[in-house]
């Protein structure tokens, strides 16, 4: 089946996978845990979760790797682990896989500020950043997801070290929250800037994620905005609504029933890959795919 992932979009819908950090709560891991260290110590519940969502109708998955940067781990007591713990999450997922989807290594904000907001400079990050990629594509990865950003510079300097790396595909995805001046970052971007950021920055396909109190109605108009900023092809992986607590749990309230039956309006706005974020399970994007398969 696997060609190239950019030929694969021309005039069709991808679908991609749902959560892979929710997921793993649902089967144990404790909330605030890190998630990255399962690659090595629960290695088989993390490629159960990426066997499910190919079984559920996944052709794009994404790695267990997305606070996986030196500095991320560190704070974890994981930082010496950090080419291991990536390569494997990336090897999980392929052998997940086989050859009936593609992968894409995560990359998330590296947690930090930088400079003069915070001690980071921009250089340090771009090697952080390096590293990681450098060991997802080792792993095996076929490509790089840049996901859940909010800062131009951070989002830069991920897609910069991917494209460093010598990765296949970079796909990066910004994360907004709805106010009064509409769809922006928390840190101020637009949906069309964010697009045109991602773009100029060297992405092949551009998108968002996750984001705060959006429903698919948002995501459609952000998508909307994105095909009117850029000619890339476009992601969208919504959250399963807002999550809500349960004692230390952290649930979201969307089935997959009522996501699935409003998944035509991301692909009426001219998304090309479709999947899901937080909360969303494999069962998630079985429907999706049942609806998609209309």
Request: contains cysteine; glycine residues 12%; negative net charge.
């Given at each position: 089946?696997?060609?190239?992932?950019?030929?694969?979009?021309?005039?069709?819908?991808?679908?991609?996978?749902?959560?892979?950090?929710?997921?793993?709560?649902?089967?144990?891991?404790?909330?605030?845990?890190?998630?990255?260290?399962?690659?090595?110590?629960?290695?088989?519940?993390?490629?159960?979760?990426?066997?499910?969502?190919?079984?559920?109708?996944?052709?794009?998955?994404?790695?267990?790797?997305?606070?996986?940067?030196?500095?991320?781990?560190?704070?974890?007591?994981?930082?010496?682990?950090?080419?291991?713990?990536?390569?494997?999450?990336?090897?999980?997922?392929?052998a997940a896989a086989?050859?009936?989807?593609?992968?894409?290594?995560?990359?998330?904000?590296?947690?930090?500020?930088?400079?003069?907001?915070?001690?980071?400079?921009?250089?340090?990050?771009?090697?952080?950043?390096?590293?990681?990629?450098?060991?997802?594509?080792?792993?095996?990865?076929?490509?790089?997801?840049?996901?859940?950003?909010?800062?131009?510079?951070?989002?830069?300097?991920?897609?910069?070290?991917?494209?460093?790396?010598?990765?296949?595909?970079?796909?990066?995805?910004?994360?907004?929250?709805?106010?009064?001046?509409?769809?922006?970052?928390?840190?101020?971007?637009?949906?069309?800037?964010?697009?045109?950021?991602?773009?100029?920055?060297?992405?092949?396909?551009?998108?968002?994620?996750?984001?705060?109190?959006?429903?698919?109605?948002?995501?459609?108009?952000?998508?909307?905005?994105?095909?009117?900023?850029?000619?890339?092809?476009?992601?969208?992986?919504?959250?399963?609504g807002a999550p809500?607590?349960?004692?230390?749990?952290?649930?979201?309230?969307?089935?997959?029933?009522?996501?699935?039956?409003?998944?035509?309006?991301?692909?009426?706005?001219?998304?090309?890959?479709?999947?899901g974020c937080c909360?969303?399970?494999?069962?998630?994007?079985?429907?999706?795919?049942?609806?998609?398969?209309?």
């Open positions: 089946m696997k060609g190239s992932l950019i030929d694969a979009l021309d005039g069709h819908i991808l679908l991609a996978d749902g959560a892979i950090g929710t997921e793993l709560q649902r089967r144990g891991l404790e909330p605030g845990a890190c998630a990255e260290s399962w690659n090595t110590g629960r290695p088989d519940q993390v490629q159960a979760v990426h066997r499910d969502y190919v079984e559920a109708g996944a052709r794009l998955l994404t790695t267990n790797s997305f606070r996986g940067t030196r500095y991320a781990l560190a704070g974890f007591g994981l930082a010496e682990q950090t080419v291991e713990l990536n390569r494997r999450a990336a090897e999980l997922a392929k086989g050859d009936r989807a593609w992968i894409l290594g995560s990359i998330g904000p590296f947690g930090g500020f930088l400079m003069p907001m915070g001690e980071t400079s921009v250089d340090q990050l771009y090697s952080w950043f390096l590293e990681q990629v450098s060991a997802l594509l080792e792993g095996g990865a076929d490509g790089i997801v840049v996901e859940t950003m909010a800062a131009r510079e951070e989002v830069e300097t991920a897609i910069r070290a991917a494209r460093a790396a010598g990765a296949a595909v970079v796909a990066a995805a910004m994360t907004f929250e709805k106010g009064r001046e509409g769809h922006r970052t928390m840190m101020g971007v637009t949906a069309g800037d964010a697009a045109r950021v991602m773009a100029g920055a060297g992405a092949d396909i551009v998108g968002t994620n996750c984001g705060t109190g959006l429903i698919i109605r948002d995501y459609a108009h952000i998508v909307t905005q994105f095909r009117e900023a850029v000619s890339a092809p476009i992601l969208v992986r919504p959250n399963a809500q607590l349960a004692g230390d749990r952290v649930y979201y309230t969307q089935s997959p029933e009522a996501m699935a039956s409003e998944i035509s309006a991301l692909v009426s706005a001219g998304a090309r890959i479709i999947g909360g969303t399970t494999p069962e998630h994007i079985r429907a999706f795919a049942r609806e998609l398969g209309k």
